[in-house]
C-alpha cells in the first residue's frame, strides 16, 4: 500500500519536533507534522522556559539587601509585570519561531490544526482532510487539571499565569507539587502575598523527605503562607471583584487569585484512539512498550501524554529513541533509570536517584547529609540554609540517590548525575579533591554516615 507519509507526528512539542525533524534529516522519511496550537508544547510556550524567566525575575527581589551587607548602595524598586511580560512574549515568540525553522528546513510538511486518529493508517486533520501514514507517532503531551468543586471556574491554571494582565496582590496556589510550590516562590520573590494549600502533609510528595522539609521551612521563611492538611471547599465572587475562598481547616479569605496547580492529565480526549485499539490507562494515558509502541503496531507514543517520566528531555530521548528503532532500524528501549531532574523552588532542588525512604524499603542503607548556612548568604547575615545529601548502599557501596538543596541545585545535579548513572560508589566520591570554597564539596568531603537504615 502507498501511504501519503512514512511517518505523521501528532503534536509539536519537543518530543514531537524532534522525532520528525530527526526521521526526516537523519533518516530520509517523508514525515509530516500536526499541531492545534503553538509549536514548542508545553516546555517551551507554557512550561519550563517561560517558568524559569519567570524563577529568574522573582530572585532580584532580595539581592539588593544581599548586596548591602557586601558594601554596596543598592535598591530594587517595584516589578514592572508589564515590562517583564512583554519581553517574554517575544522571546516565546522567538522560540516557536526557531521551532517552526527546525521543521521546515528538515523537510517536515506542517499542518496547523489539531489532528485525530481515524485508522491505524490515517489521520485526520481538523478539517475533515485524511492523511495516510506507514507510522504514526502521538506526542500530545498533557494539560492542566481543574479540580471539580464550587466556583473552580473562577481559578486559574499554570497554562494561565503567563497571561495575566497585572500582577495579583494576593495569590492562593491551591497543589504541593512541583508546579505549585515553583510558582509560589515566583510570586513571592515578585512581591506578590502568597498562600498556598496543600491537601498532603507536606509539600513536594515523592521527593526526599529530609529535602522537601528544608524546602518547606524555606519557603516559609521567605514569608509564603503554607497550609498542609487543606484544600478549598468553596468559592464565589465578591462584590469587590475578590475571589473568596474557604479551607477545610477554616480558613476562610480573599484573593485577587486563585491558581490550581493540582496535576496534569495526558491529552488523549476526543482522538479516536480506543475506537482504532490504542489502549489506554487509568489516566487517560496511551499504553507503549519499552519501544514506545502501543497495542497498535503501526502507531506509538512519545511523552507526558505515556505519563511514564514528564520531563522534556525525556520526551526527547524517547523520540529519538523511537527514530532509531522504526527508521534506522536498530531497535532502541528508552533508559527511564536515574534520571536527573531540578525542581526551580526558592531554594532550588535537583535530584537523582532514590530518595532516603525509598531506598531504606529497599535495602540497607547509609545517609551521609549535611545542612549548613552557605557563606554568601551567612555573611549577609541571612539564616538560609542548604542540604548535600548522599544515599548509598551498604552492600555495594554504590550512591543509590543523590540530593541537594541550594542556589544552583539543578546545575550541580547534572554533573552529580554523570556519577551517580556510571554506578559510582561513595569511595568514588571519596577519592575527588574537594573545589574549595564551594557548597558542593561537601558531595566529596562526608566521610562518616549521618544514620543508617
Known amino acids: 500500500m502507498d501511504f501519503d507519509y512514512d511517518l505523521f507526528v501528532i503534536g509539536g512539542g ?12 537523519e533518516a530520509g522519511a517523508k514525515v509530516a507534522l500536526a499541531e492545534g496550537d503553538r509549536y514548542g508544547g508545553t516546555c517551551v510556550i507554557r512550561g519550563c522556559v517561560p517558568k524559569k524567566l519567570m524563577v529568574f525575575a522573582s530572585e532580584y527581589s532580595g539581592m539588593a539587601a544581599e548586596a548591602e551587607a557586601y558594601g554596596w548602595s543598592a535598591s530594587i524598586t517595584d516589578f514592572n509585570w508589564n515590562t517583564f511580560h512583554g519581553k517574554l512574549v517575544e522571546e516565546l515568540d522567538r522560540l516557536e519561531g526557531v521551532y517552526r525553522r527546525l521543521l521546515a528546513g528538515s523537510g517536515v510538511e506542517t ?8 485508522d491505524a493508517h490515517t489521520v485526520e486533520l481538523a478539517d475533515g482532510t485524511r492523511k495516510t501514514a506507514k507510522h504514526i507517532l502521538i506526542a500530545t503531551g498533557g494539560t492542566p487539571v481543574r479540580p471539580d468543586m464550587p466556583g473552580a471556574e473562577l481559578g486559574i491554571v499554570s497554562d494561565d499565569i503567563f497571561h495575566l494582565p497585572e500582577m495579583p496582590k494576593r495569590i492562593l496556589i491551591v497543589g504541593g507539587g512541583y508546579i505549585a510550590c515553583e510558582f509560589a516562590g515566583i510570586m513571592n520573590g515578585l512581591g506578590v502575598e502568597t498562600t498556598l494549600y496543600y491537601r498532603g502533609a507536606q509539600i513536594l510528595r515523592g521527593f526526599d523527605d529530609e529535602a522537601r522539609g528544608l524546602i518547606a521551612d524555606e519557603m516559609r521563611d521567605n514569608g509564603i503562607d503554607i497550609h498542609t492538611g487543606t ?19 477554616g480558613h476562610e479569605a480573599e484573593f485577587d487569585v486563585v491558581l ?12 479516536g484512539l480506543e475506537e482504532v485499539g490504542v489502549k489506554l490507562g487509568r489516566a487517560g494515558e496511551i499504553i507503549v512498550d519499552q519501544y514506545s509502541q502501543t497495542a497498535v503496531p ?19 530521548r524517547e523520540g529519538m529513541a523511537f527514530v532509531e528503532t522504526v527508521f534506522k532500524g536498530n531497535k532502541t528501549a528508552v533508559d527511564h533509570d536515574l534520571i536527573p531532574s531540578a525542581v526551580f523552588t526558592q531554594p532550588e532542588m535537583g535530584t537523582v536517584g532514590l530518595s532516603e525512604e525509598q531506598a531504606a524499603e529497599q535495602e540497607p542503607i547509609e545517609v551521609y547529609s549535611t545542612s549548613f548556612r552557605p557563606m554568601q548568604t551567612s555573611f549577609a547575615g541571612q539564616q538560609k540554609r542548604v542540604l548535600m545529601k548522599l544515599i548509598v548502599s551498604k552492600e555495594t557501596r554504590k550512591v543509590l540517590g543523590c540530593h541537594i538543596v541550594a542556589p544552583g541545585a539543578g546545575e550541580m545535579i547534572q554533573m552529580a548525575g554523570i556519577a551517580v548513572k556510571m554506578g559510582a560508589t561513595k569511595e568514588d566520591f571519596n577519592r575527588v579533591c ?17 544514620r543508617t537504615a
Open 434 to 450: 574537594a573545589v574549595h570554597p564551594t557548597m558542593s564539596e561537601e558531595l566529596v568531603t562526608m566521610r562518616k554516615p549521618t
Open 111 to 118: 499542518f496547523d490544526q489539531r489532528a485525530k486518529i481515524a
Open 298 to 316: 503501526s502507531i506509538y507514543a512519545i511523552g507526558d501524554v505515556t505519563n511514564r517520566v514528564n520531563l522534556t528531555p525525556v520526551a526527547i
Open 231 to 249: 484544600n478549598v471547599l468553596e468559592m464565589k465572587k465578591t462584590d469587590s471583584g475578590a475571589i473568596w475562598t474557604k479551607g477545610s481547616n
Open 260 to 271: 490550581f496547580a493540582t496535576g496534569r492529565k495526558p491529552m488523549t480526549d476526543n482522538m
Open 14 to 25: 519537543s518530543g514531537g519536533v524532534r522525532a520528525a525533524r530527526v526521521a526526516a534529516g
